[in-house]
DNA sequence: TTCAATAGTCCAGTAGACGAACTAATTGCC
DNA sequence: GGCAATTAGTTCGTCTACTGGACTATTGAA
């Protein structure tokens, strides 16, 4: 409800709608009395808010479900699986992956396209991602879904859904959803509504939702290639003054004296961005190569005890470590989630890391633990912002 | 309004109470018709609404106002400087500041008592605040105010109104408003609700308010004894998980090494914290003597080129400007203020923060200001907690 | 078969915002 | 002075959407 608004019957209403959308999709299969229950609304209330749910296509009735003693058994409502979806789609320097998400959360479809370098030309982008749309779009038609709305997540400082700067791809002041909108469109799916977001501030999402941590502060880092935090705080992602928060990839590392693509010398990125560490760890040729399957090999030297690599990693660690050690007494989060390319650096790592986030602030009670997400969590959480916010505001919706 | 509880006609009009109130507030002096302007309500409704805000003694009616054209003058109203007021009271280890304020804002009386040791005992606490809140419950007899609660703002870690964990004054769960409101009953002025709040949290809430920074995000640092940072982001202090977010003094500083009254050592208050900083410039008798006037020597030793001073400075300085460099590209800040002890400590030390902090990452747009708000911003911050409820929750207020 | 229990619908009642018509008070023009 | 224009504020009937109790529906158990 907005704060500075007046409030008439309408938005009682809007509300109404969307606590009992909500409380159905947290609760599943659910009848309307225990709605009823649970919202704090009378049946009837419930009886009539449900019901435009279900006209609306949000809602599906399931039939009389479980008969665990006297009394007329319940219509089971749940999301409907069928209605509107949203489709997601994470944009990095080398792929665009996609997927397709109907209300209930399940993944309808899944797509991927590998490309040798999409910075530059944002238009490039548009392209690569075109493909993936295209199966995206058909999968949803065929499976009677339709898509209402497109959320990308980049690796860029976003502004008014406009691209303010992107670091790794090389953009500045793009309109990206106009783009894109563009080229739906051309795909005959023009009108389609197109967001935009921080890669870095979607995964933190992702934690939140998918984690399971029930956390009220939860910091994500990670990244493909630069470095970044997300960070949530009640549900809500912090994006900071100008979209910039959890830009970590640039703090300077004493000691460290490696030139940034960002012009400075000892970023934290040229010591423990995905890149920088495989060069370090003398893997240049992956990096060259741009084989992100190469970064199995790191653990795997690591593992066999190879002290260059060995080195790298814990240096990694350890600057890591300094920089989230001092974030953590400012921030107090429950949980700290290491995720991107961190994780798959091995469990010493993430030990080494927590050790020096600790060696920073002893008396932390934050707990440190590595994603267990796959790698494809930002095109699922642009996708759920889509699905989501039909649950937040089913108003809108209906109103169409 | 509540996200996950039904909205019936009476929050809508809670709802709109609230947002009359707070235009009110806002606007000063101000007309039914441009309330109704502002809100988006009709007139009816705001002659309503201001109807119940004047009968519950919040608002109050100043006769016709301007006259600048033709039209019926419009009857001003403004909030209520003799109905219901708050007392802010701000507890740190060698005094108690309290202030007591009208529902304008204004500051009707002021009260201060030193104190040599409040630590260890919060009984000790308690009745140094006895002499405070009387002369400030008698100033409210005699102006015609209501106190309607009292906040207390403390170097804690509050939860759940209680004081969880207290490094300066030495207290460890505390219930604390239970322990005042026993004494307010004794002062004849029981039921009385009382609260307590973290003194970084406010002071950086006071900024917000008070500071003229417009900002989205704002962290404020500063502190009497130990160093600490409030955090405020649109318009609310982020508290953290635990209640301990913003508790910066304890990061550990590298090279630094001195012992912590923590038991650690090395961290950021055995550097910058007031205590031994004045130690660190040779002051060490202004330490003992608790002259907190004594901090005007230390400026003044800098200002002479005194080497011992200058150097100790010009460290706290590094340090500090390092850690807050951390966490500036973390949260995107609009502002930081620097507040307490630090102001006292001169430009030059406010220009080697910033330059310490912006050499930690490069790109900040952060705005580094030092505060102008007096010593009692904290007590002022509390009480207008207190004030501010009321405008916020207007029908609280109304129903008894 | 009947009763208890639970699910869901129907409908008159009610709170509170809206809007048009009204009264009120002032300026400015004749 | 009188009257139109203009703005402030109130009154009252209308409308929306939630409530609560009466009602129907459907099951299990006695």
């Given at each position: 409800m907005e704060r500075d608004a007046p409030v008439r019957p309408?938005?009682?209403?809007?509300?109404?709608l969307a606590l009992v959308a909500r409380l159905a999709a947290r609760l599943g299969p659910v009848s309307r009395a225990r709605l009823a229950h649970e919202s704090g609304l009378t049946k009837s209330t419930v009886t009539q808010?449900?019901?435009?749910?279900l006209d609306g296509g949000l809602l599906r009735e399931i039939g009389t479900g479980r008969s665990g003693g006297p009394g007329r058994p319940a219509n089971q409502l749940v999301l409907n699986s069928l209605g509107p979806a949203g489709i997601g789609l994470q944009i990095e320097a080398d792929h665009v992956a996609g997927c397709l998400l109907d209300l209930t959360g399940r993944v309808r479809d899944r797509a991927l396209r590998k490309a040798d370098d999409l910075t530059g030309d944002p238009q490039r982008a548009v392209k690569a991602a075109e493909p993936v749309l295209r199966r995206l779009l058909n999968t949803a038609n065929s499976t009677d879904n339709v898509v209402v709305g497109v959320?990308?997540?980049?690796?860029?400082?976003?502004?008014?859904?406009?691209?303010?700067h992107a670091d790794g791809l090389g953009w500045a002041d793009t309109n990206f959803p106009w783009l894109l909108g563009d080229r739906l469109s051309a795909l005959g799916a023009g009108g389609i509504p197109v967001t935009v977001a921080?890669?870095?501030?979607?995964?933190?999402?992702?934690?939140?939702?998918?984690?399971?941590?029930?956390?009220?502060?939860?910091?994500?880092?990670?990244g493909e290639d630069g470095l970044g935090a997300g960070i949530v705080i009640a549900g809500e992602v912090h994006a900071g003054a100008r979209g910039a928060a959890g830009e970590l990839g640039h703090v300077r590392i004493p000691g460290a004296d490696d030139p940034c693509t960002c012009g400075q010398r000892g970023c934290l990125d040229t010591v423990a961005g995905r890149r920088a560490?495989?060069?370090?760890?003398?893997l240049d040729e992956v990096v060259r190569s741009r084989l992100t399957g190469g970064d199995g090999e790191l653990p795997a030297l690591v593992g066999s005890g190879e002290a260059v690599a060995?080195?790298?990693?814990?240096?990694?660690?350890?600057?890591?470590?300094?920089?989230?050690?001092?974030?953590?007494?400012a921030l107090d989060p429950d949980v700290l989630v290491l995720g991107g390319h961190l994780p798959a650096l091995g469990s010493d790592f993430l030990d080494a890391v927590d050790l020096s986030l600790r060696q920073?602030?002893?008396?932390?009670?934050?707990?440190v633990r590595a994603s267990r997400l796959p790698a494809?969590?930002?095109?699922?959480?642009?996708?759920?912002?889509?699905?989501?916010?039909l649950i937040e505001a089913p108003a809108d919706w209906l109103a169409e």
């Open positions: 309408v938005q009682q209403h809007r509300h109404n808010l449900t019901g435009e749910l959320a990308v997540g980049l690796p860029a400082r976003v502004r008014d859904a406009t691209v303010v921080n890669s870095h501030q979607l995964a933190a999402r992702a934690e939140h939702w998918f984690g399971g941590d029930e956390a009220e502060v939860l910091v994500h880092v990670g560490l495989l060069r370090a760890a003398g060995v080195a790298a990693v814990r240096r990694a660690a350890t600057a890591l470590g300094t920089v989230l050690g001092g974030l953590v007494p920073r602030c002893p008396g932390a009670a934050v707990r494809d969590v930002v095109a699922r959480a642009a996708a759920t912002t889509v699905t989501s916010a």
